[in-house]
């Protein structure tokens, strides 16, 4: 079956670095996402990876493995605001979107 | 601008209605999608849409339609409420850029089904 594995939970702290893995076992690979989902609110959008390496978008970036299979993205300077919940999602061979459960992110001050 | 939007936000319902879900998406775009989310799991994909007039069944398409008659709106409707079914739902939608439809998606506000 498809899976994609993220940490249920994290906690860190204001100002602090923190790093949200995501591993997945799919048919095939064609890309992944990571999306940001505040409490309540609809999940927006992050970052794309289709080539293995890290991209880099202001304070978040994103990392890809695809022979690991392994994804992580790196939240640096944490600022209250990123409390939210992070989506992992594999594009599959067959052009399907595959979602993680998420990895709640609680900032403490 | 652009957006999408979802009504009703809230619904409560009774099990063996019929119940229809708006989502409107004005960004032209000809990729839509119905997800639902509930606690533990991540998004399942309940039905999609490539264009007009079509659809296709997600991973959780049991007990839900769509149809596509324009490219700003794909209403979801649930033939036979289910308790099993109570649930927020997200309409979102994507442009195909490089072949592939899974671009950036836009995700509408959410709608939280209640059926009782």
């Known amino acids: 079956g498809q899976n994609i594995d993220q940490p249920t939970e994290m906690t860190a702290t204001e100002g602090a670095i923190v790093q949200i893995n995501c591993t997945y076992q799919?048919?095939?690979?064609?890309?992944l996402f990571w999306y940001q989902q505040h409490a309540g609110e609809a999940p927006t959008f992050l970052s794309y990876?289709?080539l293995d390496g890290l991209e880099e978008k202001g304070r978040f970036s994103s990392f890809l493995s695809r022979s690991k299979g392994y994804s992580y993205l790196l939240l640096k300077e944490l600022q209250m605001k990123d409390s939210a919940s992070y989506l992992c999602?594999?594009?599959?061979?067959?052009?399907?979107?595959?979602w993680g459960a998420g990895t709640k992110l609680i900032i403490k001050p | 601008d652009a957006e999408i939007t979802q009504s009703p936000r809230h619904k409560i319902t009774e099990t063996g209605r019929q119940v229809t879900l708006a989502c409107h998406q004005t960004?032209?775009?000809?990729?839509m999608f119905w997800y639902r989310q509930d606690l533990g799991h991540g998004l399942r994909l309940i039905h999609y849409?490539?264009?007009?007039?079509?659809?296709n069944k997600g991973e959780v398409s049991d007990g839900y339609s769509v149809s596509r008659s324009n490219t700003e709106d794909l209403p979801l409707t649930l033939e036979s409420a289910a308790s099993s079914q109570t649930s927020v739902y997200f309409c979102?939608?994507?442009?195909?850029?490089?072949?592939?439809?899974?671009?950036?998606?836009?995700f509408g506000p959410g709608t939280r089904l209640t059926v009782l």
């Open positions: 799919t048919s095939g690979f064609n890309g």
């Open positions: 960004w032209n775009h000809n990729n």
């Open positions: 849409s490539y264009g007009v007039q079509d659809t």
């Open positions: 979102a939608s994507s442009e195909s850029r490089d072949g592939t439809p899974y671009n950036e998606q836009f």
């Open positions: 999602a594999v594009i599959d061979s067959n052009y399907q979107l595959i």
């Open positions: 990876n289709v």
